[in-house]
């Protein structure tokens, strides 16, 4: 825990007023990077920091901010909207420049009469996908999510031999990836009812949401070397929620023997900040697998991964249907978990992507997997809270779910808390449900 | 067979002699698109067209020759490197500029003069990826390949019952795909013995390739948007040869539930050069599952590709071991095939991927999987030539193999020849295994 610094005092206030709310997701204390343009302009997308319910334009700021010659150099690639060039750079650097946009908005700044003219309401932004994702990557770290979804998928095989031994990982869809807001489009697939002869193509009937944290890749390495876990932490830039949409008859039909496929890459929604490693450094928590569980190989592990490896992230899903809009109620909270309960950590993710050689690049994102409790209430999937749709929820207005209708919006919040430090939260990661299109003829 | 034209005259000679030799892959009726520097420069990579054993630099012969105004703004992206651009323009547009190059590469051209000098040599360049491969997903078209694997990991049950409706594909990494010439290292990954208690890290065991082939998008589709599969065709921009390098030590041991991981993605070799579906066209053929076989659904049925969705492309896999390069052996044949053998059309595969709106971009890259014929010595790769490591193949030199040794150099070739039609090739798809990392600790 030897990270900390300034940055991380709980008392710290800021001059933007809206960031000292006990309940904003953006404190001073935590400076997210996003992407983002006026709403309704055609300007290009330029980077911006997060703070309470404004934006700093770093572009703006750039040039009116007082600087030294080294956050210039960093400030410059970030005002070119080009976020992976700042991810690229080395840990010293982004860790510097957090500390310089902390001193600038934090209460009693000199440099807030510059920077002032540099804020933007976040209600008056868009906000773009935050970086160019090369790769996407969906780990399976959620052991609960695992155990509960594997006895659905094979009832005398729950959670295979290899989970404890191997971070399973699978290959996800880039373009499909959305910020947060976007439309997602209920996908055809073909369904194979149980005792049918034939499939047919048709719409999903179980459309599902799947509550995922995404480790976004700082620096990469090169095709053929590995990144030890000692260097692993190094690679990590910062982490947003993702939502890994699914349609769980097309996913039960096509995923023997080369593993999802269409039933995932039609969309994966991310929320928009990526709130850096620096920020949820006091979040960290010592990490083990019980001592009745085999211990990681030794390329696994590591005394920084066992010493701090965790990290508490309280996460939420929510839920507004059409119905409840209409009726003008507040979307409905269906589950709460804990980043905790994850058998692998990030750096262990990102180290067994690499052991064999495999290059990550930055801005390369790497899924958590569905983060579910160890209770059954603390399912991060419908799927999951419904047993496999055998149980419906029944939600507060008389509705009924096993699977998402259209016009549902699902909403991920995620936000740390630890006595001591300063609440930080993640800003939502939200999706709404539109109708499929007509089934295709050839 | 209507989208013949002139540029199909199989008795049609070029100005550059060595097109014209009978052997050649580059005769003036394939004219594929790659992306090259002058050997040892630090030049920015340009395209080029393969033409005997010489490159057409389109930089210089966008300034040097005679084109019409559209011609020019076709060459203008293309001579800055960019060949996704270009990948992205209609069908017309593509086919109207290789009509143009044909026609100043063909013997008696006036443009001979000025071209002349936009020639480099082949072999005084170098090779890089053609394009910038958004995402690249992987099919699984060979039934041979899978049915005779299928076996050798699943022996009570060896093609899924899915295999005959889903063109069952997944999703590869792009960041390790490399271009032929490359070395490829020898992968660490978690290896369980058969009966032991623990996995361990250690160098695989059991490399080996697989025999397949790329298809490149041309434009692409909006997110949600199917490609109904009258339209597929459209968006094919051209083919290569692709090793699918597999560790099949790790794959048997990670795969299960979520599919091929660290097994696959360490590396993924293709030829430098992108033969078009243009250059493809004498080289279709009637398309159909066998009568007694579940008929492709109607979103994956059209009658263009019942008359013509299959192409006849020979396939060989050649090995040069570092013993054979040492005594001065030419390479040695290990099996041949024919992509006709595939399950699943280029054109359902593509429709397929984006039946549930999955969003394809101009230079993603699509695996047919290996291709392995009905023959036992016409498997796609050594783990079906070796009958899973069983039977070792022996060597002219006296060398056996189950599967590679650090040194051994694997060449893919690809040809297509037919009766009344100019023979054209693809290239060398060749890569080296060198020796894996040492084991990493924590």
């Known amino acids: 825990m030897s990270q900390l610094d300034f940055t991380h005092d709980p008392a710290a206030q800021s001059w933007v007023v809206s960031a000292n709310a006990a309940a904003t997701d953006f404190p001073l204390q935590n400076l997210p990077y996003g992407l983002f343009r006026r709403a309704g302009s055609n300007e290009a997308a330029r980077v911006g920091v997060a703070i309470g319910d404004q934006i700093l334009d770093l572009q703006l700021a750039a040039a009116a901010g007082r600087w030294s010659s080294a956050e210039q150099v960093l400030l410059q690639a970030l005002a070119h909207g080009d976020l992976n060039a700042f991810m690229a750079q080395s840990q010293a650097r982004r860790r510097a420049l957090r500390q310089a946009l902390f001193l600038a908005l934090q209460a009693g700044s000199k440099q807030e009469a510059a920077l002032r003219p540099c804020l933007l309401a976040q209600a008056a932004a868009q906000m773009a996908l935050p970086c160019r994702i090369g ?216 180290t067994h992507h690499a052991s064999n050689g495999c290059n990550l690049q930055p801005g390369d994102l790497l899924g958590t997997g569905t983060q579910s409790g160890p209770a059954a209430e603390e399912g991060g999937s419908l799927l999951e809270l419904s047993n496999g749709g055998k149980q419906a929820l029944s939600l507060p207005n008389g509705e009924t779910r096993s699977f998402l209708q259209d016009g549902d919006t699902v909403i991920l919040r995620g936000y740390a808390v630890k006595e001591g430090a300063r609440r930080i939260g993640f800003g939502d990661c939200a999706g709404t449900i539109t109708p499929a299109p007509r089934a295709t003829a050839g």
């Open 135 to 350: 790769d996407y990557t969906d780990f399976y770290t959620g052991i609960h999510h695992a155990t509960t979804v594997g006895k659905l998928f094979r009832p005398d095989n729950p959670l295979l031999p290899n989970y404890k031994w191997v971070p399973i990982g699978y290959h996800g869809r880039s373009s499909s990836i959305v910020v947060s807001g976007s439309t997602v489009r209920r996908p055809l697939g073909q369904l194979m009812a149980p005792g049918a002869e034939a499939p047919v193509q048709a719409a999903s009937k179980r459309l599902d949401y799947e509550l995922e944290l995404g480790l976004f890749v700082a620096g990469g390495n090169a095709l053929g070397e590995p990144i030890p876990m000692a260097e692993a932490e190094q690679h990590m830039f910062g982490v947003t929620l993702l939502n890994d949409w699914s349609a769980r008859d097309m996913q039960g039909w096509e995923y023997q023997p080369l593993g999802p496929f269409l039933a995932k890459n039609f969309a994966t929604t991310i929320s928009p900040w990526i709130v850096t490693m620096e920020a949820l450094e006091p979040f960290r928590t010592p990490f083990s697998h019980p001592p009745s569980d085999p211990q990681p190989l030794p390329y696994l592990d590591s005394p920084a991964n066992r010493a701090a490896g965790g990290y508490e992230i309280e996460l939420e899903v929510w839920l507004q249907t059409e119905a409840m809009r209409a009726q003008d109620l507040a979307p409905t909270r269906l589950m709460r978990s804990n980043f905790k309960h994850a058998y692998w950590t990030l750096a262990q993710m990102l």
